[in-house]
Nanobody, 126 residues
Framework: QLQLVESGGGLVQPGGSLRLSCAAS????????IGWFRQAPGKEREGVSC????????YYADSVKGRFTIFRDNAGNTIDLQMNSLKPEDTGVYYC???????????????????WGQGTQVTVSS
């Protein structure tokens, strides 16, 4: 029901960087947690990172800790995912999604999120 628009996907070499953005209204970002998910070909959708709306707490999958950073941009209009030291296994379609207030802790699930963006393709390959 909420409008979410992802951007920033593309083709990048291993070890490279990419920044994804999830655009939404200020209302949405003030009151809804935003999670990033990804789905690789032939694999289940998995949570990548999430940020709470109220307290700004962040969560990361073990596979991306130390490499990815989730944050709200300076203008307050997007939730960005900065991805560094990218690996081929990071390849997949990345989605942002929203649920009210809180992510649900480090073990959050896609079924708990109400609104989804269209997805953006990330390909890490040499």
């Amino acid at each position: 029901q909420l409008q979410l628009v992802e951007s920033g996907g593309g083709l990048v070499q291993p070890g490279g960087s990419l920044r994804l953005s999830c655009a939404a209204s200020r209302f949405t970002l003030d009151y809804y947690a935003i999670g990033w998910f990804r789905q690789a070909p032939g694999k289940e959708r998995e949570g990548v990172s999430c940020i709470n709306s109220t307290d700004g707490a962040t969560y990361y999958a073990d596979s991306v800790k130390g490499r990815f950073t989730i944050f709200r941009d300076n203008a307050g209009n997007t939730i960005d995912l900065q991805m560094n030291s990218l690996k081929p296994e990071d390849t997949g379609v990345y989605y942002c999604a929203a649920r009210f207030r809180f992510c649900g802790g480090s073990n959050y699930y896609s079924t708990d999120f109400d609104s989804w963006g269209q997805g953006t393709q990330v390909t890490v390959s040499s």
